[in-house]
């Protein structure tokens, strides 16, 4: 009775070893398709790829330039002031040198119809400017916005007259109207309005 016994016992035993082998196995084929995913996104790596430009911060050789192009254009409206043409630009104003010989009321009267006025002289450099272009159109004399009026000299621009730069100064009340000298180191004049002199006008920046 006992030898069946354990004769049973040995069956069950080696039945259950026999058993644990097909598990084993099983196991290790479970295991061998985890590297599938792995290949999955190799695959789709280069598509991805393709993609960055779509990417917010991200942009092809011809969006790169024409950022580039963007970044160096004038981003507001005052970097993009502008002279019309036949006019001189020079610190934020517009001057014209006018040819043709007027008296110095047609003159002033001729700048009115251009939206401007005879030019004044506020400062050294702008005096010199003047002018250089004077020199620059072949004249030696021209109309500038000075005259005076009930004793006083004054810009017809309104602009205050806090610097002066006279060469030599005629009687106020005869000559009430001023010129420039073209040459270097000459200052300005006065003389009677009728005379006829090429002139300047001047007028802010236009947007």
Known sequence: MKV???FALLCVALSARAAAVPVESDAVAVEEPKSAPEEA???????????????PGVFSEDENEAVEVAAAAPKDKAARRFCPDGWFSYQSKCYM????????FGAEEHCNELGASLASASSSPEYRYLQQITRTANRATAWIGGFYLQGTWM?????GMYYTNW????????NPCMYLQSAV?????NCGCGGQLPFICVHNYRC
């Open 155 to 159: 810009w017809i621009d309104r602009s």
């Open 185 to 189: 180191g000459q200052g300005w004049r």
């Open 97 to 104: 040198f006018v040819n043709t010989p007027r008296s110095w």
């Open 41 to 55: 996104v190799e695959v789709e790596a280069p598509a991805a790829e393709e993609k960055l430009s779509d990417a």
């Open 4 to 6: 069946l016994i354990i």
């Open 167 to 174: 060469y030599s100064q005629s009687t106020a009340t005869s």
